[in-house]
């Protein structure tokens, strides 16, 4: 765990097997270490060994080049050298596990606790499938059956996984694969040390280090801050609010951690947030969404086949909407949802700090009906509609959640309100997001949207609206969320609040259902990975 100090083992990338990294390697299975300080002694003494071995087989790789970048594969053998592939990677499996014990007993030993097992390894490296928005990791469990067919030597292999039987290919140089055996589906693999940086956060696909343009936006910093803009507006409605002040502020560290990849955007609500939160129980069910972290605006991703993105919206608005309730209009709101470009935004007609504490809501719909219209869509069967709902508002209530207009009682500080941080990978903002002027009409002297959130320019004025697109809003690889509440009470109970509210509609999670929910939500082909079993266990 580099976070807190502690010492992880080296890349084994390229590591010579006749080099003294094998040496030192089976030395580690000799006698015991002895006792007391001594044995303190010895064992961290085998560690400098073992970090020292693994260090000089790197740097003496056969063919004298430099090892691979940090997001290539860390288990990359020696290039021109395909006789020896089995026995390379199975040394450097061994080697890292080999220091990675070491080094545990190291610690164990320094807390003068020796009653663990040296048999008790975590995977020392981590296994990634290149997907289409970047690299993703595979289970912790998952990386070590994969590590462990190697470590033996295997470099061709079959594995059962989430349900489905893969292929696994290790045997050419640069080429390592899975291949889904009933589709067909082959993807590129990859192994990395444990403490590599996530690719996906850093990095495009297959680069050697962070993208200059991810390096530019870090450098300008964090979006609502950029252009000198004014942070009066938070400091002003939030004043006397400490639980408020407190939300605002994680929002500005995650903005200042994810300004490098990520555009964002702020979304207020109230009344709705409900429905998003039944959304997100239902994804994590069903969809491995991260409900924990935030709720989810839409679920019903066939409603997205007809406007899937931006473009079309800003089209369909200008041919049907503009003259018809606008942003108002139900076509409309069935995909797109409204948004600021700064936590600090002033307006125009909503300020996120002066709206937070009551949110922004249209009452002009029953409640009621689109949360029972809601589990309907998401296949609860008919006759268990109305009980469920009444079940999800007691919850509601019972968590502190307002759930006024669904005919449940209202929170007890009467602050309604929540707040949406949306993350949206750069690449993406055109696809999902326009600007817009107050009820939708396009502004076009702020478009396209990614020249002013990729700018030094001051992002305070201005209204969005984004397509919330399930498809991309249930991948963390291309849309993050974090939410607020306004009310501490729930602020605080949500993530206990979404534990119940997934057990409450547990009977999606019959696999009589499952897949037919699933199949309906997602609009009639599910997603290569999916499973007929409980998502949350893969989330």
């Known amino acids: 765990d580099g976070a807190h100090g502690k010492r992880l083992p080296p890349s084994p990338a390229s590591i010579s097997t006749e080099g003294s990294a094998s040496t030192t390697a089976s030395s580690s299975s000799g006698p015991g270490l002895g006792s007391g300080s001594s044995r303190l002694s010895r064992c961290r003494a085998l560690a400098r060994a073992a970090d020292d071995a693994v260090r000089k087989g790197r740097n003496n790789a056969s063919d004298g080049t430099e090892t691979t970048d940090s997001h290539t594969d860390d288990l990359t053998w020696v290039p021109g050298d395909t006789t020896e592939v089995p026995r390379k990677i199975s040394a450097a499996i061994g080697a890292g596990r080999m220091v990675s014990r070491t080094i545990s007993r190291v610690e164990r030993l320094e807390e003068d606790d020796d009653s663990a097992s040296d048999s008790e390894e975590c995977c020392c490296h981590r296994v990634q499938c290149l997907f289409d928005y970047g690299w993703r990791d595979f289970a912790e469990a998952e990386a070590k059956q994969i590590c462990d067919q190697l470590a033996e030597g295997h470099t061709e292999f079959s594995m059962q996984l ?75 409605y939030l004043e006397g609010n400490k639980h408020a002040q407190s939300c605002f502020d994680f929002f500005e560290k995650q903005e200042a951690k994810l300004c490098g990849e990520w555009a964002v955007f702020y979304h207020s609500y109230s009344f709705a947030a409900l429905i998003y939160e039944v959304h997100a129980a239902v994804a994590s069910v069903l969809f491995r969404f991260r409900s ?42 069935k995909v797109g949802i409204s948004a600021m470009t700064s936590l600090a935004s002033t307006g125009p007609e909503a300020c996120v700090a ?59 500080s009467q602050k309604a309100g929540h707040l949406m941080q949306i993350f949206i990978k750069r690449s993406l903002v055109d696809q ?75 009977e999606l999670a019959e696999p009589s259902l499952r897949e037919r929910a699933a199949t309906g939500i997602y609009g009639g082909t599910l997603p290569s990975w999916w499973t007929a079993e409980d998502q949350r266990n893969h989330v």
């Open 162 to 236: 989430r349900g489905h039987e893969y292929r696994f290919d290790f045997s050419r140089p640069g080429e390592a694969s899975q291949t889904n055996k009933k589709s067909g589906k082959r993807r590129k693999l990859r192994i990395l040390d444990r403490d590599s940086p996530a690719a996906d956060e850093e990095n495009s696909p297959g680069s050697s280090g962070p993208a200059p343009e991810a390096a530019a936006q870090r450098e300008l910093g964090p979006q609502s801050k950029r252009g000198g803009a004014c942070q009066a507006a938070i400091g002003k």
């Open 292 to 333: 924990q972290y935030a709720s989810l605006p839409r679920i019903l991703v066939h409603e997205f086949h007809e406007i899937p993105d931006a473009a079309t919206l800003v089209q369909q608005f200008n041919d049907k909407f503009a003259e018809n309730k606008r942003d108002h209009n139900p076509g409309f709101r």
């Open 354 to 412: 002066r709206v937070f504490v009551q949110g922004y809501s249209c009452k002009d719909l029953s409640f009621r009906t689109v949360l029972e219209n809601v589990l309907e869509a998401c296949y609860v069967p008919k006759a268990n509609v109305n009980r469920l709902a009444s079940r999800v508002i007691k919850l509601s209530e019972k968590h502190g959640l307002d759930v006024s207009q669904f005919g449940g009682k209202p929170c007890k």
């Open 432 to 506: 999902l997001v326009y600007a817009a002027e107050p009820y939708g009409p396009v502004d076009d002297a702020r478009m396209p949207v990614s020249r002013l959130v990729d700018s030094d320019e001051s992002c305070l004025r201005g209204q969005v609206r984004i397509v919330a697109n399930p498809k991309y809003f249930m991948q963390a690889n291309a849309v993050r969320m974090f939410v607020a509440s306004a009310d501490p009470t729930f602020h605080k109970n949500r993530s206990m609040f979404q534990r119940e509210l997934c057990d409450a509609i547990k």
